[in-house]
């Protein structure tokens, strides 16, 4: 597998060279973005790389997220990946070849995963591979992780020398202590199902139910209002670090306000009217 | 189901209304209370309103949980429902209906789950049915939760236009991030066996073995001193939200202080003294 | 249980008088050391107290913990037990006797475990048997926690009117709150499986299958860097309870500085050579 990796981080950097060279820094090099009822999926389409989050592949994965993000059509985001690795994390090569971009793709990462949370949508990892290092950083950090019985995931970096210290602050805030500390100190991979078992996967799948599975997920988000979903979804995660008490004095404003809003009134009355709800889906 | 609910919320407002206009406010009229050996069984009662949280409910529930409490006779609290639903939640067309007490409704159910955390005697959540938005917060609120194979959970709200802000502050805290986000997100509900897996629910039995199962629980604590019973508990929510450093410091002293209680000499005397101990029950 | 439990207190009680009048404290009494290939397996081996935490056993095993564990050779420590009872935590006689050591005795307790974080390298606790009580909190607090189906953890300190206060602090941290409350509140065990699904067990194994699982997790760390390991360790703990913006931005300055040690530069480019690195093990 390392030696895989390895191969496929001398190909990626071979690309990033060139693209550099050329200047070109397309997403269509590296995603594959469609969006239809509302539902945009961004797919990592660099198998050669292992959809390595190299500096170009995150630019392009950032920008494809934040696109006409205040569209009231858009109502979620699908993250999947072509490839049997869903994402081997950052190019080290990359690292290696350009010590002086660091810090920056570190910060890159760490953008895009505050931004999840930020975003008024919620963003599904839809994983079916091997999702390893900051690949399944990125993962365990979308708002709801669905992934199939042979998905793997993984935070190997020691293995190399790099300990996976920014994955451990997202698979530790996921899964119980015991498991992201034999994650990160021993390297080995987890099935999907004991990803599941452990918290990382909202849920595990056959393969062949994966797209029924995300589609029932993004249909059930489809038919809600998008303000009311992005109202509760910012304070859903305001919430997270507070001690019970605070959270609830604050949950308990939230829902009155909740119930001001415009969706909110139609919600409630279309309800009680038994007939369906016409949002306008803006605050 | 959204259509049964609403069904369900028209009754209940009538009878809401008739119970105001005759100026009742009766527990048996949503509650059966009994007591024996110690255990104090509230069942919900209300099934013709899906046994949902109106105002009249909670102030039932909430005097039922607190009367009596510092009677050394008490020493558990379980809380069950009738019918199939176990609890719909609040009552939404109470909320419509009589807007300005939305801040009441809201905090009550806050008063009730924080008091479950201050009561001196563990409370059980008794659960064979569906626990829905402010049903699936309660039911969470618990010391412990038993729930059967067949119940389901789900924190629906945003299907109506009110996000359920306070039930995710409780299902957030005892559930993995991507499992409580997909819950609030997405309004689905999960199985009985998904909210054991998730932490949701302490264990998740076959319907015939519920009874059994609560038994062994209410059992277990019945044998045991209230007096030490009340201290652990009260530390073990102090310390949930400390600094591990802090907790063990904070703990170990609790340890010596607990070793000075009369029950506690007791126990252990006659555990070196092979006999059963006779408790006093009192601080 | 208690039973059985009170005789070996009692035995175990005249053994540590025992060894108080003859002024022995040798860890050999208590402990089983034997380290080969970087691996320090510490097996508890006073099957007689049922490995009970005595003084002397806590000294004995801190000490063995602790010794040379600067020495680049000490790569991972397993912690083990002889007999059916892993530990069945500390010795209430012992307490009973000599009230005046109480504070001593949860003060050692919590050296031991908060040091087991602070140690430079991986914990795993191999339970093949009864955790009980401080036995179970031990368990529950090394980095890495292995055990067989047949294992079983419990907190029934209660029962003999001391609530499990420490071991609470250990469970509720790698537990769902709905299922360490019962625990603490009930006393009763739970399975091996129902602590790998809560979280407080990494993975459970077929009792046949525990020394092939534990040698896959020591080799896995022995063939990294130990100033790896250890440095990512450390902020592994560190940035458990900070919020997840303050714990990214500190990440990524951790994920810079790891990139200018030693081994990392050797890791990376032995990784991109194709060939086995070679660790210096140091800072």
Redesign the interface.
């Known amino acids: 597998m390392?030696?895989n990796i390895?191969n496929s981080?001398?190909i990626s950097q071979r690309l990033a060279s060139n693209a550099a060279a050329s200047g070109s820094n397309n997403a269509k090099d590296y995603l594959l973005v469609k969006e239809s009822d509302g539902v945009r999926e961004i797919t990592l389409n660099h198998p050669k790389t292992l959809n390595s989050l190299s500096l170009e592949m995150m630019s392009a994965l950032h920008e494809a997220m934040l696109k006409n993000v205040n569209n009231i059509n858009l109502r979620c985001v699908v993250l999947a990946a072509n490839g049997k690795v869903w994402s081997a994390g950052h190019n080290?090569?990359e690292?290696?070849a350009n010590?002086e971009i660091?810090?920056d793709v570190?910060?890159k990462l760490?953008d895009i995963?505050?931004d999840i949370r930020k975003l008024p949508v919620?963003v599904i990892a839809k994983v079916n591979g091997f999702a390893a290092a900051a690949g399944c950083q990125l993962a365990?950090s979308?708002?709801?992780?669905v992934c199939t019985m042979s998905s793997k995931f993984s935070t190997p970096g020691?293995?190399?020398?790099?300990?996976?210290?920014?994955p451990?602050?997202a698979i530790?805030?996921?899964?119980?202590?015991?498991?992201s500390?034999?994650m990160?100190?021993?390297?080995?991979p987890i099935s999907g199902v004991d990803a599941?078992?452990?918290?990382?996967?909202?849920?595990v799948v056959p393969e062949d139910e994966l797209d029924k599975e995300i589609d029932?997920?993004t249909q059930?988000?489809r038919?809600?209002?998008r303000a009311?979903?992005s109202?509760?979804?910012k304070?859903?995660y305001e919430?997270?670090?507070m001690?019970?008490?605070e959270?609830?004095?604050q949950?308990?404003a939230?829902?009155?306000d909740?119930?001001e809003?415009t969706?909110?009134?139609?919600?409630?009355?279309?309800?009680?009217e038994?007939r369906k709800?016409t949002?306008k889906h803006e605050d």
Chains 1, 2, 3 share one sequence.
């Open positions: 390392l030696r390895a981080y001398r080290l090569k690292l290696q010590p660091k810090k570190f910060q760490t995963i505050l919620p365990a979308c708002d709801i992780v020691a293995g190399v020398g790099i300990f996976c210290s920014t451990g602050v530790s805030r996921v899964m119980p202590r015991p498991k500390a034999y990160l100190m021993t390297g080995l599941y078992v452990a918290g990382l996967a909202t849920k029932e997920i059930s988000i038919i809600k209002s009311v979903i109202f509760g979804k304070f859903y919430q997270l670090n001690p019970v008490e959270a609830y004095l949950a308990g939230k829902m009155c909740n119930l809003m969706d909110c009134r139609e919600g409630i009355t279309s309800f009680i038994k709800p949002w």
